[in-house]
């Protein structure tokens, strides 16, 4: 397969402060190691392969070289609650980048930050930040993996990539110059108008709304109908004798998933 880079690293708005890095362990690791340092908010690492990837719980993330593997340093104001919305923004915004560069897909948002692709997942995001006393929080760290050339074909669940969908001219560049300008979009909504926007855009991208459901937490599983996301993000389930239930933090699993 002929190398999928694009020759030179795209020019990206001026928020953004990129290093991009042949090699790392993985990008968020690299990245907390800056935001510990001082780094400023805008800083931004991108890799061409990442040694040691990894996803929501510790999970092993394949990352060889041609996907695309970002992370993005914020220093968000608000609590842990609050600045968790910002997955559901980065879920949000590479929709967007995904449609502008491969028009011809519909990407659906399965709750709370995962994207697919006809049923499959096309990409990982994961948070991690650093508390200041009181429950504020000094810095987050947003990474993204996104499957361009290739997708690992031992995640546990369907999973494809741009190429496999039939973008076969889309690089990880070419995905970063249309994914930055979203990411930026978004960030500025959300910051001046909450999550209500960002809640209204990723309800029409929503997989599964109104049909069942199954959801696995730390010490019980259950299934239900999903009915809605709450105004702080939290996943409304319909229970089999009618009755709501909201879920925080949890592992959804639909049924073609």
């Known amino acids: 397969m002929s190398n999928i880079q694009a020759p030179r690293p795209p020019d990206l708005p ?3 402060r990129p290093i991009f890095l042949d090699s790392v362990t993985s ?5 907390k190691r800056r935001a510990r340092a001082g780094a400023p908010e805008g800083s931004l690492i991108v890799a061409r392969e990442q040694r040691a990837g990894r996803g929501r719980s510790g999970r ?81 760290v947003l990474g993204m993996g996104v499957n361009v050339a290739h997708y690992p074909d ?46 209204e855009a990723w309800l029409e991208r929503a ?3 109104g049909g069942p459901l199954r959801v696995r937490l730390p010490n019980e599983d259950f299934t239900g109908r999903f009915r809605d996301l709450d105004g702080d993000g939290s996943l409304i389930v319909e229970l089999a004798d009618g009755s709501l239930r909201k879920v925080a933090a949890g592992e959804v699993f639909l049924p073609q998933t």
């Open 14 to 16: 001026e928020f953004f």
């Open 27 to 31: 990008t968020n690791d690299e990245l």
């Open 60 to 140: 092993q993330w394949s990352s060889k070289p041609g996907n695309l593997y970002l992370s993005l340093l914020l220093r968000p104001r608000g609590n842990a609650a609050t600045v968790a919305q910002i997955s559901f923004l980065a879920a949000v915004a590479l929709a967007a980048a995904l449609v502008k560069v491969a028009p011809h897909l519909s990407p659906r948002l399965k709750w709370p930050n995962d994207v697919l692709v006809d049923g499959a997942k096309i990409s990982g995001i994961l948070l991690e930040s650093s508390a200041q006393a009181g429950g504020g929080v000094d810095w987050l």
């Open 154 to 199: 031992d995640a546990g669940q369907p999973t494809t990539s741009l190429h496999a969908l039939g973008a076969a001219n889309c690089t990880a560049y070419s995905l970063l110059a249309a994914l930055a300008p979203a990411l930026l979009e978004w960030l500025e909504i959300w910051r001046e108008a909450g999550f209500a926007p960002l809640r």
């Open 207 to 209: 997989a599964g709304l």
